[in-house]
């Protein structure tokens, strides 16, 4: 037996038959909003001040303001620990060398 499967797109604005799906972010949150063809140039419309004078983000949505480190090798983490040993600091063979260390060590080797 066939089936026909239907999807009926309302739109979320005033519940007349949608055209389209309308997908942006805000705040790093992504929407979407199922609108008529109105509500839809409507909405680009207001965007479109704001959209004129932003930059184009590349990438995927992030937030907050700090860069995640780059990895770290176990040979600059061996370099580190070497150099720290030499110059009086205690450090463990294993594990994290510590934000101290590790700043004290960039500010000795640039």
Do not use: C
């Amino acid at each position: 037996m066939a089936q026909k499967v239907r999807v009926y797109l309302i739109d979320d604005i005033d519940g007349s038959d949608a055209s389209e799906t309308v997908s942006f972010s805000v705040d790093g949150v992504s929407y979407e909003i199922d609108v008529n063809d109105k509500h839809a140039q409507e909405l680009r419309n207001s965007f479109s001040t704001w959209v004129s004078h932003a930059r184009r983000a590349t990438g995927g949505a992030r937030r907050g303001g700090r860069r995640a480190a780059a990895p770290r090798s176990a040979s600059d983490a061996a370099a580190v620990r070497a150099w720290a040993r030499e110059n009086g600091y205690e450090v463990s063979d294993r594990g994290r060398v510590s934000a101290e260390i590790r700043e004290a060590y960039e500010q000795r080797n640039r």
